[in-house]
């Protein structure tokens, strides 16, 4: 008998165990023991009557079994030669090739146990090392490693856990259109790990939800209702009996393919676009709506019409590759009144999102973010406002921030607070959440909204509807200036575009540009408020932030 025979007489070994205890865990214990002594003894020699041989080592773990749960010497006498003590079985697992075997069950594992095998298999750690790193004893490692072996399954010889089992993986939703008025698709997934895992194992290829379960190391009656979920929201369709994850997902390599391009056409640039960008700073500042804003308005404006005017100008190249940007009519009507094309962005498990590494996502920029809210308070008019948002260096938006809240918040009630503080009703804050005073601190922080002596007043430019038309008409002005003028030097960036798994076909074509040219503008933007071009914004951030409203 060879190792890989071992799990052919699980079954026999369970029945036997499952007579003998009545237990399941119990009998489940026993039939692991007594595999995992099979290892370690067939490490030295073959097992010629492997049948006779585990139901004997079975028979005296039982008996161990018994003196542990009872305190009491039992005797045997049927016990096979040369089965391994629990040192023995120690020092024999532990120098075998079955390391990736136990990798494949550590999803099993309680933390307690789980944290010190990932260490000491996944990442060859020595136990001095996890000692001194967990501030355990080395003999607290031993103990946990040889106990963490001893709670993997009968599983131990399947050959289908992932990494997704034992160092889950962050996925961040985002998407372009119109989210679902129950908040989809990123209510689907959130920070859900599960959800995100599942999603990342079903990308490459479809699977079957058995072989999912089997692949993050969860029981399939577990992962069965997120399935479901995540078919029923369309972030996974059915075909036949198996699913995939039908959006794009982008990791590192896809996110920074084109970053030093990027770096090296911005750094040539930026003083030739910024002159054009003057220009219609300058038109700007001579708007109505810009003038009767305060200083620290005036930035958030600026910044805006600087993010949107130059992410247009490349977008406006970038969408000459594949023939154009697809009608909005176009877009896919999903579930709870949505318009809307997922995306995903992968990252590694403990991935550094302040490192290094992470540079380009000091400079990438999605698209802007509008939520629109109705107003209709007691004692307030009915006012829609629409609430936009570009999160990037300039200024963390709530796009970006929302996390750091200390009582949750919903985009209504967000743009509600700023449009009441905004009108002096500050009296109907707490009918719109009581949570906002206690949020006020980061409200501040995010430069949403400021102190005024001794009273907090909204620090978000608030312009009519017809005012924040009148800007977008402006920056695409600016625009197709820039877009033309520096068209050659945009259109080297549309190369490398992300290569989708074949059967994924809903893809539109222009997700697969989009991390092609994702840092170039704000790249222009960070030189030109390093070489002063940028005063506004220079001397304190100034998100790209502005609310628009409409009477009803």
């Known amino acids: 008998m060879n190792k890989t025979d071992l799990t052919e007489y699980a079954d026999l070994l369970l029945s036997a165990a499952l007579y003998k205890c009545n237990n399941i865990a119990d009998a489940q214990d026993l039939v692991q023991d007594t595999l995992l002594a099979a290892l370690a003894a067939m490490e030295k020699k073959p097992i010629n ?5 585990l139901m004997t080592v079975l028979n005296r773990k039982y008996y161990d079994l018994l003196r542990r749960k009872y305190n009491k010497p039992t005797v045997s006498f049927d016990v096979a030669a040369d089965v391994p003590d629990d040192g023995e079985l120690y020092e024999a697992v532990e120098k075998s090739d079955e390391a990736e075997a136990i990798r494949r069950c550590l999803a099993y594992l309680t933390g307690l146990y789980r944290e010190v095998m990932v260490r000491y298999y996944m990442h060859g750690e020595k136990v001095r090392d996890i000692s001194a790193a967990l ?37 961040w939703i985002s998407c372009s259109g ?21 999603l990342i194992l079903a990308y490459e290829k479809p699977v079957t939800v058995t072989e999912l379960a089997k692949a993050i190391g969860i029981a399939t009656a577990y992962i069965e209702p997120v399935v479901d979920k995540l078919v029923s929201g369309e972030l996974l369709k059915r075909t036949g009996d198996k699913v995939y994850t039908d959006f794009i997902i982008y990791n590192e390599a896809d996110r920074t393919v084109n970053t030093a391009l990027e770096k090296q056409i911005a750094d040539s640039i930026y003083k030739d676009v910024w002159t054009i960008m003057d220009k219609g700073f300058e038109e700007l500042h001579g708007c109505d709506f810009y003038k009767r804003q305060t200083e620290s308005k005036q930035a958030k404006l600026d910044s805006f019409f600087a993010v949107r005017t130059l992410q247009h100008a490349v977008l406006y190249v970038r969408d000459e590759v594949y023939g154009g940007l697809m009608p909005f009519e176009e877009y896919p009507d999903r579930p709870n009144g949505g318009k809307w094309f997922a995306m995903g962005s992968r990252y590694p498990a403990n991935y550094d999102y302040s490192g290094q590494n992470y540079e380009y996502g000091k400079y990438a920029i999605g698209g ?6 109705v107003v209709d308070c007691a004692g307030m008019k009915k006012y829609e406002t629409v609430l936009c948002e570009y999160n990037t260096l300039l200024g963390s938006t709530m796009l970006g921030s929302r996390q750091i809240l200390k009582r949750r918040m919903e985009d209504v009630e967000i743009g509600q607070m700023l449009y009441a503080i905004h009108s002096g009703k500050e009296e109907q804050l707490p009918l719109i959440n009581a949570g906002c005073f206690e949020n006020f601190d980061k409200f501040i ?8 002596g001794d009273k907090v007043v909204c620090d978000v430019p608030v312009i009519a509807e017809k005012e924040r038309f009148e800007l977008y008409a402006l920056s695409e002005k600016y625009d197709n200036i820039i877009a033309k003028k520096f068209h050659d030097d945009f259109m080297k960036l549309m190369v490398n575009p992300v290569k989708l798994p074949p059967h994924l076909k809903s893809v539109p074509e222009f997700q697969r540009y989009m991390h092609c040219c994702s840092t170039v503008s704000m790249r222009i933007v960070k030189n030109a408020l390093d070489n002063g ?20």
């Open 368 to 373: 802007e973010a509008r939520n629109h809210h």
């Open 445 to 452: 922080e995010l430069r949403y909204l400021a102190k005024d």
């Open 135 to 171: 501030n355990i004893s080395e003999n607290t490692v031993k103990s946990r490693l040889d106990a963490g072996r001893k709670r993997i399954g009968k599983e131990f010889a399947m050959e289908n856990y992932t990494k997704q089992s034992y160092e889950p993986e962050d996925l």
């Open 178 to 198: 119109q989210s679902s008025i129950n908040g989809e698709p990123f209510n689907l997934v959130g920070d859900n790990k599960i959800a995100m895992n599942l």
């Open 533 to 552: 071009l940028f005063p506004k914004c220079a001397d304190y951030p100034a998100p790209a932030v502005l609310l628009s409203v409409k009477e009803g």
């Open 49 to 53: 009557d492997p049948k006779a041989w």
